[in-house]
């Protein structure tokens, strides 16, 4: 699953690197419908993770694997969006989000909250992290850190 596809571009570099069944989830019709064009995706959901208790209309550990790039901030997929995602992933499956540093340490909604709610996930055995990395010009001058945790 590429939760947040937007126009494909994860989903390009994914199936170039041999992940050749991906599924795609993202709000807007029109960046699905570049992405549909790529021809590398199966299902393409239009919908979006929400705020609180409501979940995609998607069954528990439907995925091998999921990537967000980009898409977990201010106005877009929140903090809880977390608990979708492990929802979506079989036990063993791999999670790998890529967020903003800035959005990790100094945005108000994610700061103090998003890592130690995925901390507490892993306190209740839900998930591990596998590993955390920081890296450079994510976004013109703004840094990354990629997320990954294997869920338990
Ligand atoms: C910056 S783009 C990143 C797109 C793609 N992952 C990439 O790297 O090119 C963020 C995407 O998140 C999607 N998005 C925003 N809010 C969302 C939500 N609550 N649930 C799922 N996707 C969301 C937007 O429609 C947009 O396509």
């Known amino acids: 699953m590429d939760l947040g596809c937007g126009t ?4 390009e570099a994914l199936y170039a690197s041999g992940f050749t069944q991906l599924d795609g989830l993202d709000p807007s019709q029109g960046m699905l419908d570049v992405a549909r064009s790529k021809g590398i995706y199966g ?5 979006y993770v ?3 208790d409501e979940k995609l209309a998607i069954p528990d550990n439907t995925y091998d694997g999921l990537t967000i790039c980009g898409s977990m901030g201010v106005n877009m997929v929140p903090p809880e969006g977390i608990y979708e995602m492990h929802r979506l992933v079989k036990p063993g499956g791999i999670i790998v989000n890529v967020v ?3 959005t990790v340490n100094e945005i108000e909604g994610f700061k103090d909250r998003l890592e130690p709610m995925m901390e507490q996930m892993e ?3 839900k998930w591990k992290l596998v590993s955390r990395v920081l890296f450079p ?3 013109v001058d703004q840094g990354g850190v990629i997320f990954t945790h294997q869920v338990c």
Do not use: I, P
């Not at 494909?8 to 989903?11: A, C």
């Not at 299902?43 to 919908?47: D, I, T």
């Open 8 to 11: 494909g571009l994860v989903g």
């Open 43 to 47: 299902e393409l959901y239009c919908a």
């Open 50 to 52: 929400a705020l609180g």
């Open 100 to 102: 903003r540093q800035e």
């Open 123 to 125: 306190k209740d055995g």
């Open 137 to 139: 010009d994510y976004l």
